[in-house]
């Protein structure tokens, strides 16, 4: 039901915008999130998009990343500004429909395949 992309290969200090399409569900009823799972490491939370249009950000991203939504293409964005090679890792997208918890996977009901993000240095 969501479907990732726009990942790939880019250097320190470039961007890269990934989406994240949805189909079978209505974006605007839900909390949209991303995560992200580095090599070798657990999946961490980057950033939430709460229905109401509240965001949350990790520590490490804020300032560089934002989450956006498109509601007539039933899409949500992740643009990634100077990029640093720390944020290699899969993205993955998700949704969750009731709750508040937005920070653990396990707050999430529907999840995306992921998508490979590179930054070289």
């Known amino acids: 039901q969501l479907q990732a992309s726009g990942g790939g290969l880019v250097q320190a200090g470039g961007s890269l915008r990934l989406s994240c399409a949805a189909s079978e569900l209505t974006f605007g009823r839900y909390t949209v999130g991303w995560f992200r799972q580095p090599p070798g490491k657990e999946r961490e939370f980057v950033t939430a998009?709460?229905?109401?249009?509240?965001?949350y950000y990790a520590e490490s991203v804020k300032g560089r990343f934002t989450i956006s939504r498109d509601n007539a293409k039933n899409t949500v964005y992740l643009q990634m500004n100077s990029l640093k090679p720390d944020d290699t890792a899969v993205y993955y997208c998700a949704a969750r429909l009731f709750g508040n918890s937005i920070y653990h996977r396990a707050d999430y009901d529907y999840w995306g395949q992921g998508t490979q993000v590179t930054v070289s240095s």
């Open positions: 998009r709460k229905w109401g249009g509240s965001t």
